[in-house]
Structures are given as structure tokens and as C-alpha cells.
């Protein structure tokens, strides 16, 4: 009897430990959008293929160990924006500690943000570190070599990591409580909001040299990408969106909105602008007519908290913050024509084709 509960236990502990080093097979190897769970601390993976949601990770703060594929440990504290790197291998995303659903106002002193670097197949850990104070988002540089974050506060600043070590490289002043950083579509220029300065800093990526400071409406939270070749600015407190111009770094034209914006997005095909109005659950949509200016077409309801807007094709995914909601809309109807249920405060939302 001894011997035989000598063996059991040996079999029982030999099983843990596989299972705790057990690596998972890949499993998003298809087209997918990647929705970040505020609240959840969850990604939630929509399959592109059939609409539906394809799988949930826990997003955590990387300590603990991994079981069955799990990312076991503390949760990440209100992850919020997602990038894919340039290989569409890892995914970055930014943690700042706080919920940021209802407005941007900027960091609280003595808090400090996250990264996280996920493989994109997995969903697994693959780093986890601190920022130096609160950030917005963590964006991979167009040459996949570093990953750009900001410190979210009075003293401005734009932080730049090496993406193989994680080192701390290289900081840029720019303005205060700077939020999202984004690079123009053709990766020439890096633009960061500073939300209380009123401006937006345009970055030589390569040199790290500021370019221009850009005066813009009041409190930008973001320089959303046009593959136009223009940057769309959307000022929360102002109530607008500035549209600069990548080429002249100038701001080419202001479009009043009478809401507060969630986000920015441009369709090329149809040569769109969609805004986002959270307070109303509602995305509206102007059209660039003959002379390059933005004129109002129409406005469709999708659900309380729209956000954030991503587009594949003549498809577009709209994160419902209150809703804790993912919107499918046929772009050129105009329409919603499915909803999935996500995770709580869904944000940030990334494709990978």
C-alpha cells in the first residue's frame, strides 16, 4: 500500500509539473481584431472570419506562473491601448492604472504605468515593465525596434525602449500630460496629443528631433492615422478635430463637432472621417468632398460608450465602453449589423490580417 501511494503521488506531482510548464499550441493564427478589457483586465479575440469571439486572455501583471496557456498573476491594472508590431508577431499594450473611460484629465502624482508585450499567437506574456509614470499607450516604432510610451503628466515626456532588452534608450520632451502617440502612415513623422498644452509634438522617429509643435483644439487626446496623408486630432474639451497635414505639419482644418469626442478614423475607400460620441452611443461620419473639406452626412447609434473604431475593408469594429460591447458595421450601410458581448470597459481594439 505504501509503495502504490509512493507512485500515485510521484504520478500526481509529475502531472503539475507538466502542467505548469506546458506551453499552448498556437491558436490565433487567423485574421483577428484583439478588443482590451479596461475593467476585465481581458483581451478579448474576435475571429474575422465569423464575427464571433475566438478567445479570452487574461491580461496580468506577469508574476505567477503559467498554466495551461494562462497568463497567471495579478491583473494588469485598466489596460488600455493595443498596437501590433510591424511583423504582426507581438502585441504591446499600456496599463496606466486608472480607468480613463470617461475622459483624459491626465495622471495622478505617484502613479505609475505598464507595458505589456504579448505574443500575438498565444496570447501569453512574453515581458511585462514599469513606465515611468502613468502612460497612454505603448506603440511599436515602424521599424519594430522600439516601443514608444509616454509619461502622462506635467513633465511631458515621450519614452523610447529598446524592444529586444527593454531598456530605457532615449526621452523626449514634449508637452504636458501628453496621451497617445501615433506615426503617420508612412512612418516618417511620430505625433504625440498633449492634452494640457493644447498642442500636438511631431517627432523625427529616426533622429528622435522635435519638428513642429502644433497648436490644435483643447485638451487632444490623440493624432489618429488617415492613410491620406493627414492626422486627425480629436480635442475632448474642444469639442472638435483638428486635421493636420503630415507633409507641412500644418493644421489644414478644424471640424466642430458639438459632442466630445472618443476617437478619430479615416476610410480610404469611401474617403470618410468617422467620430465617435460616447455620451450618445452614436458614430458620426462626414465625407471629404471635391475641395479636401469635411462636410456632415449622418450619424448611426451602435451603443452607450463608442470609442474606439477600427476598419478591415468595408467592415468596422467599435468598441462599447458602458456597453461592455463590440458593434460589426457594414461601412457603406452605415449600419450596425451585429454585437458581441465583451469584457467590462472594452477600449483599445487592434487587426491583424
Not at 484583439?34 to 487574461?58: D, M
Request: proline residues 4%.
Amino acid at each position: 500500500m505504501k509503495n502504490i501511494l509512493i507512485i500515485v503521488s510521484a504520478l500526481l506531482f509529475s502531472s503539475c509539473m507538466d502542467m505548469s510548464t506546458k506551453q499552448p499550441e498556437p491558436y490565433i493564427n487567423y485574421p483577428a481584431a484583439y478588443v482590451v478589457n479596461g475593467e476585465s483586465s481581458t483581451l478579448s479575440v474576435i475571429n474575422l472570419a465569423t464575427n464571433e469571439i475566438s478567445a479570452t486572455v487574461p491580461l496580468t501583471d506577469g508574476t505567477g506562473t503559467r498554466m495551461d496557456g494562462m497568463n497567471m498573476g495579478k491583473a494588469l491594472s485598466y489596460p488600455h491601448h493595443i498596437y501590433l508590431n510591424p511583423s504582426k508577431t507581438q502585441i504591446s499594450i499600456a496599463a496606466p492604472g486608472m480607468d480613463l473611460s470617461e475622459g483624459h484629465s491626465g495622471g495622478m502624482a505617484g502613479m505609475s504605468g505598464k507595458v505589456a508585450i504579448l505574443d500575438a499567437t498565444t496570447g501569453l506574456n512574453i515581458k511585462i515593465f514599469n513606465s515611468i509614470g502613468m502612460n497612454h499607450n505603448a506603440i511599436y516604432s515602424p521599424d519594430g525596434k522600439e516601443i514608444w510610451t509616454s509619461k502622462m503628466d506635467e513633465d511631458g515626456k515621450v519614452l523610447i525602449y529598446d524592444v529586444n532588452t527593454f531598456a530605457l534608450k532615449n526621452t523626449v520632451s514634449v508637452g504636458k500630460e501628453p496621451a497617445e502617440i501615433t506615426f503617420s502612415s508612412d512612418g516618417k513623422v511620430a505625433f504625440v496629443a498633449n492634452g494640457a498644452s493644447n498642442t500636438v509634438s511631431a517627432i523625427n522617429p529616426d533622429t528622435k528631433a522635435l519638428l513642429q509643435t502644433i497648436d490644435v483644439g483643447k485638451n487632444p487626446v490623440g493624432a489618429w492615422v488617415g492613410t491620406d496623408g493627414r492626422m486627425y486630432v480629436d480635442n475632448e474639451d474642444g469639442q472638435s478635430v483638428s486635421i493636420i497635414d503630415v507633409e507641412t505639419l500644418k493644421v489644414v482644418e478644424t471640424v466642430h463637432l458639438g459632442f466630445m469626442p472618443g476617437f478619430v478614423a479615416y476610410h480610404d475607400a469611401t474617403k470618410e472621417m468617422w467620430v465617435t460620441d460616447p455620451n450618445a452611443g452614436k458614430v458620426h461620419w462626414w465625407i471629404k468632398d471635391n475641395s479636401g473639406k469635411m462636410r456632415h452626412e449622418g450619424a448611426f447609434t451602435t451603443a452607450a460608450g463608442a470609442h474606439a473604431i477600427a476598419f478591415k475593408d468595408m467592415t468596422a469594429y467599435v468598441t462599447n465602453q458602458e456597453a461592455g460591447s463590440v458593434s460589426v458595421i457594414n461601412v457603406t450601410q452605415h449600419k450596425v449589423v451585429k454585437t458581441l458581448s465583451v469584457g467590462k470597459k472594452p477600449n483599445g481594439i487592434a487587426i491583424k490580417l
